[in-house]
């Protein structure tokens, strides 16, 4: 039977001899059906072999990762326009098998690599390179969850976004955190250490960013890092209990067996004697992959968890602001942000977007008004 020789035909990228079996079986329905069908199965299984034979390559690299899946697309669309003349069908047949792969090899992470912040320390910004795809190479179902991303990434969001928006009018940049990655530098009394680490647990180490000595209980995490609770505590798990190491980053107290005992009072703190163990001796300087297999869970409770927490940010926002007019009685913007941070700052750094959002509704309810000559500065109304 003729259908019987595509599979091996396409295996071998027989263009010519495709095209000719297309022009005979494009008479009939059927024969085209099993055509199509017979490539998505090929795209499928040799995709996902080429990404799992360079595994080693692809986990360890983002940018590798990309440009990996990127050369397969390349390489599938030309037998689709060699051997099929890009036929509608087959270019479908092509997408829909093409995302079967992206999705089944985990999909495309942010890459941070670049941008170099130290946990611990003062944080310094780099060059912050961004890569996407096209909206068929992601996972459509995917749920994404909402994290609170360190100040030195958040105010640089909207610059990526402008940049966007001006080089492709009319379409929408989704930003996909739980699927991101990055690299931070992290400094202790041991030394300072490139990490590989999970856009959630960045969030969890730049807490203790600006205060790396104190201790902070887990409901405070929480509130700074604005992660639902499952996810807060895999992560922290993988941070005081990582498999691979020795000294681990993080401390915690009470010790307890699993990431499900930690409860609101539990305490975490930076061990400054972290150290990379190698031959039985500390290493001051090394790097360590810390993104693993950590995989996004799908809880239901995860929208009103995080609900909660943005309803507490705001109501701790209002309290400061309006704690702090009633001491200054009147006072400049910029004086009021500066005060409003180191007020938060144990608990959360909140966004400038919250800020000025809940300015204008303390205005609005007449709690404070913006001063007639100035209106960067604020009085407030008792």
Known sequence: MLIAECAPLIKAGETDRLQLMFRLL??????????????????????????VAAADVITQDSEKYVERLLDLFRKFSKLVHDAFSDDPRFLTARDKAFEAVVNDTTVFRLELSSGRNVAGGRPCRKGLPVKKLKRGAWARGSERVTVSLPVELEDYIPEVEDFYKKKHSGR?????????????????NGGKFDLDVTTFQMAVLFAWNQRPTDKIAYENLRLATELPDGELRRTLWSLVAFPKLKRQLLQFYPSVSAPKDFDEHTVFWVNQDFALIKNGKPQKRGKVNLVGRLQLSTERSQIEDNQSIVQLRILRTQEAIIKILKMRKKITNTALQSELVDILKNMFLPSKKMIKEQLEWLIEHKYMRRDDDDINTFIYVA
């Open 26 to 51: 494009e008479r009939g329905p059927l024969g085209v059906q099993l055509m199509l069908q017979q490539l998505e199965r090929h795209i499928s299984q040799a995709g996902l072999a080429d990404m």
């Open 172 to 188: 929408k940049l989704q930003w996909y955190h739980h699927m991101s990655n990055g690299t931070i530098t992290f400094a202790t």
